[in-house]
């Protein structure tokens, strides 16, 4: 068993006493950052630097050295599925993830498979055995995945920042060839938490990057469905440790008591929905993770601590609050204002759990 130095975050997660809220921030290892920049540069493009280990373990840890954050997230990107099944992951400039042999025809859609994750994932899991090596036990490490529509989107439509008119044509006129590539990515993510975990991360999340973009049936039936599948299908302990698991839709307060009663261990929740609202409607079940508006950290010091008070207060007292950001960090952020923020929640959080502790 495992002794971490900080287990604020994994017993936070599940609902245990504290002394403080913890935090880490979404995109925490990113441009925002002048050391990960320079790696990025030194690696030579975005792939290599997701692809070597040890530029990933790097990258991972310079947040960590700046901020006195709760956990280390893995340094890597949510289609990494994708580019192991074959579909041609490139990063064009000012264009973001692009695909060249993206999912449109009834033939190569059945004919994908889940890769396996030993295998063409591998510079994953060593990058993951790596970073907690390098880790020491400070701090947990969160492992990741896309949800499966989430990176359907990415596979049919073959790049990210469109109106979904590919899949979502997919989804109403073919749903079965919609559904047979959810059941593989399903699978797909299942063996690759699963395998981030036995190689040494602590936490699994999901990120539903896309969910909200969905109907709420569609919502149920094309996202959430196989989300259950993945959940239902996770390692709940390694190493003699429980293994917290985080869902994050973004768009998805609408479904928040669908999203808890899901089988994680917690929601996470972009800004649009009050904390203290969503703490209402998911009573005891499970923990939140969230939700200030990234934008929070262009204003001042006085207002990021004004702000980080408004959600810890809405919040109330008690376990269960993981504070993160509603979506990931800003590269035009200034650092000082991220470690205002990390200060802030930290000192502030405390007066909150005086009882639980």
């Not at 036995?198 to 989300?227: C, K, N, P, R």
């Not at 005891?284 to 950290?297: I, R, T």
């Not at 207060?313 to 993160?324: A, L, P, Q, R, T």
């Amino acid at each position: 068993m495992t002794t971490l130095k900080n287990d604020t975050l994994l017993r936070a997660l599940l609902k245990q006493p504290v002394d403080y809220t913890p935090i880490w921030l979404m995109r925490q290892a990113g441009r925002y950052l002048a050391e990960y920049n320079a790696t990025r540069a030194r690696a030579g493009d975005f792939l290599a630097l997701c692809k070597t280990p040890d530029f990933a373990t790097e990258v991972t840890l310079q947040p960590l050295a700046r901020f006195p954050l709760d956990a280390a997230i893995l340094f890597s990107d949510i289609l990494t599925i994708p580019d192991a099944m074959g579909l041609g992951l490139y990063f064009s400039q000012g264009e973001g993830p692009m695909f060249k042999h993206p999912l449109r025809g009834e033939k190569e859609i059945l004919a994908l498979t889940a890769p396996d994750p030993a295998d063409k994932l591998r510079y994953v899991l060593d990058a993951v055995s790596q970073i907690r090596k390098a880790l020491d036990n400070c701090v947990p490490l969160i492992g990741f995945s896309g949800s499966p529509f989430t990176l359907a989107c990415y596979m049919v439509e073959g790049r990210g920042g469109t109106e979904f008119r590919e899949i979502k044509t997919m989804l109403y006129q073919r749903p079965e060839l919609l559904h047979h590539i959810l059941d593989v990515n399903a699978q797909a993510v299942t063996a690759y938490l699963n395998a981030q975990i036995e190689s040494g991360a602590q936490v699994a999340m999901i990120f539903d990057t896309w969910g909200g973009a969905l109907s709420h049936s569609a919502y149920q039936e094309f996202s959430l469905h196989y989300i259950q599948q993945i959940l239902s299908g996770l390692k709940r302990e390694h190493d003699g440790q429980r293994i917290p698991s985080i869902v994050f839709t973004k768009g998805g307060g609408l479904w928040l008591e669908a999203i808890a009663a899901s089988g994680c261990d917690a929601v996470g929740l972009d800004w649009t929905i009050d904390i203290g609202e969503a703490r209402r409607r998911v009573g005891d079940k499970v923990a939140l993770q969230g939700n200030l508006d990234p934008s929070v950290l262009f204003a001042s010091p006085d207002v990021i601590t004004a702000e980080v008070e408004k959600i810890l207060s809405s919040f109330g007292n008690g376990s269960g609050h993981v504070f993160n950001l509603g979506h990931g960090i800003s590269q035009f952020t200034p650092p000082e204002n991220a470690a205002v923020l990390v200060e802030a929640v930290h000192n502030i959080s405390r007066k909150f759990h005086m009882t639980s502790s």
